[in-house]
């Protein structure tokens, strides 16, 4: 079993800056690829960013390369989202999740049937 919980939401105004964290419990953390995903309201929850185990690769989603970066610390099994140059379309309640398998791909990455843990979300509000 593997817990997620993430944190570091908040309100900020455009072009501020947020990180966010998620904490996760479970002994295969560090073996396996994390996401980040975010669900604006009334819209489908969407890929934002992914790294593989050994944080040697990463990806993004257009909308948010040059902005945001996506790291981990292993040793701490916390994954994070550093979020710079805010808009107000980045609103949204952000979750991290965990990939079913520990294979990395850019191709697959942000495919949302492949990730088997997620955590409760934190919501990130950006204001104009």
């Known amino acids: 079993q593997v817990q997620l919980v993430e944190s570091g939401g908040g309100l900020v105004q455009a072009g501020g800056s947020l990180r966010l964290s998620c904490a996760a419990s479970?002994?295969?953390?560090?073996?396996?690829?994390m996401g980040w995903f975010r669900q604006a309201p009334g819209k489908e929850r969407g890929f934002v960013a992914a790294?593989?185990?050994?944080?040697?690769?990463?990806y993004y989603a257009d909308s948010v390369k040059g902005r945001f970066t996506i790291s981990r610390d292993n040793a701490k099994n916390t994954v994070y989202l550093q979020m710079n140059s805010l808009k107000p379309e980045d609103t949204a309640v952000y979750y991290c999740a965990k990939k079913s398998i520990p294979t990395y791909s850019d191709y697959d990455a942000p495919r949302i049937s492949l990730y088997d843990y997620w955590g409760q979300g934190t919501q990130v509000t950006v204001s104009t």
């Open positions: 479970g002994r295969t953390f560090s073996t396996y690829p």
């Open positions: 790294i593989s185990w050994s944080s040697g690769n990463t």
